[in-house]
């Protein structure tokens, strides 16, 4: 059965601009294996800032400043689309350092199996939301100018910026898992680290 939340009350009263995003939710069997497959890189690389097991998540679009009154409106955009969306099996498959041709600040997860529906659908997110852009506005809201490669962060780079040897660079991460879950979050920038309350949220279940 699928369900939507439009939370927390909190924000209903809030009259300045929220930091959001929407973004595939993982499994926890997905993580399990995921973060066992990491163990070894966690070990050799303590200075990384690893990201936590409640904040990991696979992004499909990144808003930033988003007014308040607009996160229904959002939610009746983009309904339409995860309504058509099937639970989707996705695996892990190689580690991806970003930028890709600059020094890295960035480690992530990439995909094999589930990765081009995710890109699909990320696409058609974009184009729903471009014709809002002004309109709500999401000042920081832009076409992107790249095919859109499905990824999960693991790690930001902390005191100096990420290196990995070539053997850790293929490292091999069986990951897999079932995305039945999509949410749209808010995120507030502390000093420990992001933290992301969801706001709604769609499920897959019962598409199968």
Not at 36 to 56: V, Y
Not at 68 to 91: F, S, W
């Amino acid at each position: 059965m699928s369900s939507v939340w439009s939370g927390p009350a909190e924000h209903r009263g809030e009259k300045a601009p929220l930091r959001t995003f929407l973004a595939l939710e993982l499994p926890s069997d997905f993580i399990d294996e995921m973060e066992r497959g990491l163990a070894p890189l966690k070990a050799a690389h303590e200075d990384f800032r690893w990201t936590p097991r409640t904040n990991l998540h696979l992004t499909l679009a990144f808003l930033g400043t988003t007014p308040v009154p607009a996160v229904d409106q959002l939610r009746e955009v983009l309904l339409p689309l995860l309504r058509e969306v099937k639970p989707m099996p996705i695996a892990a498959e190689g580690l991806h350092l970003f930028p890709p041709r600059r020094p890295a600040s960035v480690l992530a997860l990439g995909l094999g199996a589930g990765g081009a529906d995710i890109s699909r659908l990320a696409t058609a997110i974009e184009e729903a939301l471009l014709p809002l852009a002004q309109a709500v506005p999401l000042p920081d809201f832009r076409p992107s100018h790249r095919p859109f490669v499905p990824h999960i962060t693991v790690a930001r780079s902390g005191r100096f910026y990420i290196v990995l040897s070539p053997e850790e660079r293929h490292l091999r991460i069986s990951a897999q898992g079932i995305v039945t879950r999509c949410t749209f979050f808010s995120s507030v920038l502390q000093r420990g680290g992001p933290v992301y309350t969801p706001l709604w949220w769609w499920d897959f279940l019962g598409k199968q």
